[in-house]
């Protein structure tokens, strides 16, 4: 097996959410849709061999496959699904946003229609209810999609919308399954995510710690990049192992 890129696009979450809602000033939160079995439309361009699955026969006694489609599990398939889209989308006349690849922008006569896309999830907005009707009307005709109305939680984000047209993003809910998962649902709420009384002292490289240190610090990345850019401080000055043996 061989392959030379296996790396596919993601969504910068909140500056891409915030574009959407300033470029277009819609008072309406975007529409959501997802891509059934996203990854089974891309078209392999490198020759990728599989075992034929157990229970499959074959005439002529092979005991491998040629690829023609990506598959799950396969290095190539996210980026291989992000290419096919791309492709679609430049086609109906989007071009990808310079700021963001994973933002597709359309502008016909002064009404604009944008599109964002995280692996197989899709939020649609603009300006003009019939620019944004007809992408999807050609999304759903080229990818079969499930259609879930207006976006009110994405990526662990709550969008809310307000009767002045704002759009408030909120990430409580996730917080809490944060807290749950690490065990820290009953823990003290202070006022500052820093202690102001901390004094860093050498690593212990031989501590041990029996815990998902790294799941954590990555859930709350998340977090911070989406809604809480005020623990961004935090994350970057005393992220350490220590905090378990609390």
Known sequence: MGFDVALSHWLKVLPSLRSVKLRCQDPYLPSQLDVVTAFLYGVMKEVVFCVVPEGVELDGGFDCLELVKAIYGLKQASRVWNETFDEFMCSIGFQVSAFDPCLYIKVVDGQCVLVLVYVDDVLITGSSPELISRTKTDLKTRFEMTDSGKCAFVL????????DGSVTMCQRRYVDDILKRFAMDECKAVVSP????????????????NAPFREAV??????????????????GFDVALSHWLK
Request: no cysteine.
């Open 218 to 235: 990555g859930a709350l990345m998340h977090l911070m990049t989406a809604t809480r850019p005020d623990i961004a401080y935090k994350m």
């Open 194 to 209: 820093v202690d102001m009384s901390t004094r860093l002292v050498p690593s212990d490289a031989a501590t041990k710690v």
């Open 156 to 163: 662990g984000i709550e969008l809310v919308d307000g009767p």
